[in-house]
């Protein structure tokens, strides 16, 4: 194992466990208003994933001087608006997908109706978490639920979701499909970072760096993304594979061919870790400048 994958991987450790604790407290398996409704949200929110959004909310944090715990309830709220969103997707009017992370989609598992319940009360659930929960100044959660609905909203996540439906069938050029995923995918991951820093108190410098470091990794995450879907398999990827060809999606590979794409997401993340050499001396920006290639060399 390398230097930075040993590194990582004890970061992911660090991290995991307390996320999970907060992830787990966040939605209490009792809760007598609804519990079908919550057992839906478990469902969907529990069952896994890379966790990049919250290992990257804990990695600016710390970046900016900031302790892990200070992250824990930014880290869970974009993950919550995340796992929603992933819910939606899968429904029959978007992408209309069985398998998410292995196991059968929330729609699939429950019903239609249930689904789009859980996905709205996670999404909820986020924002009541940052409003009312943790020990934050009210200028900093006031910052939080700007960073975190600006990334999801009409500005952010959906917005590039809309692009998205309405690309389908049609070929794009590299500008319009760069600009479909720096707001489908890297808004929410920017979203993420900003509300990391913002818990630790970080100066309006540290967050526009931060922000332009989650510009460049979110759109690398998406052009590997498009890689993934056409190089490997359902078993590895844990959802369908091949969907973007069955959606009459533009896609990176399509436009640039696949070397060209590896060669971009590279570009992206060294141009990444550029900007993070520019943050003040002393700051532990090991985390981000590992996660960033993580995102490039994944297999899922």
């Known amino acids: 194992m390398t230097r930075a994958a040993d590194d990582l991987s004890s970061f992911i450790a660090q991290c995991r466990d307390r996320f999970q604790t907060a992830l787990e407290f966040a939605l209490p398996l009792e809760h007598g208003a609804a519990p079908r409704l919550m057992e839906a949200m478990r469902y969907a ?12 909310a804990y990695a600016a944090c710390q970046a900016c001087g900031g302790k892990l715990s200070q992250a824990d309830i930014p880290a869970v709220a974009v993950e919550l608006v995340h796992a929603y969103s992933l819910v939606h997707d899968d429904l029959p009017a978007m ?5 998410r992370r292995g196991q ?6 429950f019903d239609e109706a249930t689904a789009i319940l859980a996905g709205d009360s996670l999404q909820t659930r986020a924002f009541e978490l ?3 929960s943790g020990d934050y100044k009210d200028g900093q959660r006031l910052e939080m639920i700007r960073a975190l609905s600006h990334g999801a909203g009409v500005s952010g996540m959906a917005a590039g979701q809309m692009r998205d439906i309405e690309a389908e069938g049609r070929a794009l050029t590299l500008e319009e499909l760069e600009r479909i995923h720096y707001l489908k995918t890297g808004r929410l991951i920017t979203a993420a970072l900003l509300m990391g820093a913002i818990a630790a108190d970080a100066p309006a410098e540290m967050q526009d760096t931060l922000a332009r470091f989650g510009d460049l990794i979110g759109l690398a995450f998406q052009i590997q ?3 993934l879907d056409v190089t490997s398999t359902a078993d590895v990827l844990g959802k369908p594979s091949g969907s973007d060809a069955r959606h009459g999606k533009s896609t990176f590979p399509a436009l640039l061919g696949l070397d060209a794409s590896r060669d971009r997401a590279q570009a992206l993340c060294r141009e990444a870790h550029q900007l993070l050499d520019g943050i003040a001396e002393g700051r532990n920006t090991g985390p981000l400048r590992d996660l960033a290639d993580y995102i490039v060399g994944r297999s899922h």
């Open 104 to 109: 059968p989609t929330c729609h699939i598992a």
């Open 45 to 56: 929110a529990l069952g896994g994933g890379k966790r990049l959004r919250p290992l990257l």
């Open 130 to 132: 940052l409003a009312n």
């Open 225 to 227: 993304d498009d890689i």
């Open 95 to 99: 992408d209309d997908d069985s398998l």
